[in-house]
T-cell receptor, first 114, second 112 residues
Framework: AQKITQTQPGMFVQEKEAVTLDCTYDTSDQSYGLFWYKQPSSGEMIFLIY??????QNATEGRYSLNFQKARKSANLVISASQLGDSAMYFCAMREVVGNQFYFGTGTSLTVIP | DAGVTQSPTHLIKTRGQQVTLRCSPK?????VSWYQQALGQGPQFIFQYYEEEERQRGNFPDRFSGHQFPNYSSELNVNALLLGDSALYLCASSLESWSEQYFGPGTRLTVT
């Protein structure tokens, strides 16, 4: 089974609108961390936001927020007020504490339309 | 404050050859992880080094090996290159915890 599933290969959003990128995960661990990264065409992975499995509040970092629904095992990324520079690949990732493994999803390509 | 650096940027090798990729972690970081990212895919975890030892390994054959030096920099070695090894190789550094990994720009390896 896939550890991280991103079901949206490509998404389009109008500039200044909000967009939600979906991510579901699979783990039997109680302690884990969830991450979102942005990868522009240059290739470098840029850390966006982190959510620990025991964090009760949804994580927020500027225009990024993580909609964490533990029972559903989902960790969707919400980008508010999209900008042209947000066009990139977005990867959801998970770290399992017990096995100390780090898993990435297949990514979602986001295109912001002027 | 220097971020994670990787060298070389691009590399072209022939099947059967060996390659060494290099990574310098972000200042203050002591843990280095390596990932392979094939075209159109998410990164796949290769292994992680901490205190000069391989601490964790993903599902990669023994042809993939590494090393961490006392200054925390790291090398990834791949022997007997296959066409399927063509990918972007990413290095990430962190403090011992995984709470935040910083990635380098990657080395794009092409095997012909």
């Amino acid at each position: 089974a896939q550890k991280i599933t991103q079901t949206q290969p490509g998404m389009f959003v109008q500039e200044k609108e909000a967009v939600t990128l979906d991510c579901t995960y699979d783990t039997s661990d109680q302690s884990y961390g969830l991450f979102w990264y942005k990868q522009p065409s240059s290739g470098e992975m840029i850390f966006l936001i982190y959510q620990g499995s025991y964090d009760e509040q949804n994580a927020t970092e500027g225009r990024y927020s993580l909609n964490f629904q533990k029972a559903r095992k989902s960790a969707n990324l919400v980008i508010s007020a999209s900008q042209l520079g947000d066009s990139a690949m977005y990867f959801c990732a998970m770290r399992e504490v017990v096995g100390n493994q780090f898993y990435f999803g297949t990514g979602t390509s986001l295109t912001v339309i002027p | 404050d220097a971020g994670v650096t990787q060298s070389p940027t691009h590399l072209i090798k022939t099947r059967g050859q060996q390659v060494t990729l290099r990574c310098s972690p972000k200042s203050g970081h002591d843990t280095v992880s390596w990932y392979q990212q094939a075209l159109g895919q998410g990164p796949q975890f290769i292994f992680q080094y901490y205190e000069e030892e391989e601490r964790q390994r993903g599902n990669f054959p023994d042809r993939f090996s590494g090393h961490q030096f006392p200054n925390y920099s790291s090398e990834l070695n791949v022997n007997a290159l296959l066409l399927g090894d063509s990918a972007l190789y990413l290095c990430a550094s962190s403090l011992e915890s995984w709470s935040e990994q910083y990635f380098g720009p990657g080395t794009r390896l092409t095997v012909t």
